[in-house]
């Protein structure tokens, strides 16, 4: 197993990096569809294959680019879920699809670049690539 570099990682949008990123981190949350009945003898029976819905949730905190990020946070609504999203992580895998930026905070500290942090939600299927493949 290879070591990676956390600040390897970027946020895309489209093809154009917009933002990168000194920590992140993302969880995958899964809600099964329960299929249980009188025959299943008290115990709770899921079914398989199948979930009633599924959600990826990402934190990143990093230097951001051009301001593209705070910009779409402090514009209007509409702008708040972006399609073509990508999150470049350092082995090289990508994680994209289309997310809502749920929380944004951004700071100055006097002897360090502007840092941003953000949490994303997705909207509909996600998509991982693989690194090399």
């Given at each position: 197993?290879?070591?990676?570099?956390?600040?390897?990682?970027?946020?895309?949008?489209?093809?154009?990096p917009?933002?990168?990123?000194?920590?992140?981190?993302?969880?995958?949350?899964?809600?099964?569809?329960?299929?249980?009945?009188?025959?299943?003898?008290?115990?709770?029976?899921?079914?398989?294959?199948?979930?009633?819905?599924a959600?990826?949730?990402?934190?990143?905190?990093?230097?951001?680019?051009?301001?593209?990020?705070?910009?779409?946070?402090?514009g209007?609504?509409?702008?708040?879920?972006?399609?073509?999203?990508?999150?470049?992580?350092?082995?090289?895998?990508?994680?994209?699809?289309?997310?809502?930026?749920?929380?944004y905070?951004?700071?100055?500290?006097?002897?360090?670049?502007?840092?941003?942090?953000?949490?994303?939600?997705?909207?509909?299927?996600?998509?991982?690539?693989?690194?090399g493949?």
């Amino acid at each position: 197993m290879t070591a990676t570099a956390g600040q390897d990682a970027t946020i895309s949008i489209g093809a154009t990096p917009v933002a990168g990123v000194r920590v992140s981190g993302f969880t995958r949350n899964a809600t099964p569809i329960d299929i249980s009945d009188k025959g299943s003898a008290g115990y709770q029976e899921l079914m398989a294959g199948k979930v009633s819905s599924a959600v990826l949730t990402f934190n990143a905190e990093g230097v951001e680019k051009d301001q593209v990020l705070r910009d779409l946070a402090l514009g209007p609504v509409s702008g708040w879920t972006i399609e073509n999203l990508t999150l470049d992580l350092a082995n090289g895998d990508k994680i994209s699809g289309t997310f809502f930026m749920g929380e944004y905070t951004e700071g100055d500290d006097y002897k360090e670049a502007t840092t941003f942090s953000a949490t994303f939600q997705s909207s509909g299927q996600w998509t991982l690539t693989q690194a090399g493949g």
